[in-house]
């Protein structure tokens, strides 16, 4: 199956290069160029696309907003492209629906990796930003923080599991860890997404560092297993636990 993209940046050339890079693929197809946030909402609705790469910062309408325009129809994920790696951009990408975000410097190879990703329903952080958010966490006042009420909703067990997805573990590790089998453990995911409305992994990670239920550099509870960086792309991200219909 080809995937179909559209690349959206206001620099012709960036645009230009990544579209190329991506062109020539045998399973990519880059049916539409956009050089602005306005036109990039305007060719996914036309052409329909897999995946769209958004600059940040675009005229007329941003990427950010762009990319929760494109979320909010459904149908096409997105994935991120800037210069900068600041926390309010990357908490901002995120919250507007992004699945992917890289800077601008990234790898040809691993520009096309994003969009192979991102199109089969994971999620993907360059990993200097998915080191801004495990910091973001590690500040004193996070360390003290009491677990959201939100976290509520959940039993012990799929609290338990949500707080080592945290840590960066795979559903095999998991499994190991709370000593049941895999099988239990996407039944246990897939109820922490629907229970707390996350859309993915990616977002379950950011959810439970914000609402105070793990923080960056301790163990997790019950093990004594080293706490890991923020996962970065495969098994530990993918959306692809929530059960359907």
Do not use: W
């Amino acid at each position: 199956m080809t995937l179909r993209v559209v690349v959206a940046d206001d620099q012709e050339l960036v645009r230009s290069g990544f579209a190329l890079i991506l062109d020539v693929q045998p399973d990519i197809e880059v049916v539409a160029e956009a050089g602005d946030g306005a036109a990039a909402v305007e060719a996914v609705r036309r052409h329909a696309p897999d995946v769209a790469l958004l600059d940040i910062r675009m005229p007329r309408m941003d990427g950010i907003a762009a990319c929760r325009a494109i979320s909010a129809a459904g149908g096409c994920r997105t994935v991120m492209l800037t210069t900068f790696d600041s926390d309010e951009y990357v908490y901002e990408a995120l919250h507007a629906g992004a699945s992917g975000f890289l800077l601008k410097d990234v790898r040809r190879d691993d520009l096309v990796h994003a969009v192979r990703v991102v199109a089969r329903g994971e999620a993907l952080l360059a990993p200097s930003v998915a080191r801004r958010l495990v910091e973001q966490y590690t500040r004193p006042a996070a360390r003290h923080r009491r677990p959201d009420p939100r976290l509520d909703v959940l039993t012990a067990r799929e609290r338990e599991t949500l707080l080592l997805l945290a840590r960066g573990l795979s559903n095999a590790e998991i499994a190991a860890e709370l000593v049941i089998s895999d099988h239990t453990v996407k039944t246990h995911v897939g109820n922490v997404l629907t229970k707390l409305g996350l859309r993915d992994r990616i977002q379950a990670v950011i959810c439970a560092y914000e609402t105070g239920l793990v923080t960056a550099g301790e163990p997790p509870a019950g093990g004594s297993a080293p706490a890991r960086s923020l996962p970065l792309t495969g098994e530990a991200l993918t959306g692809r636990d929530r059960p359907r219909g």
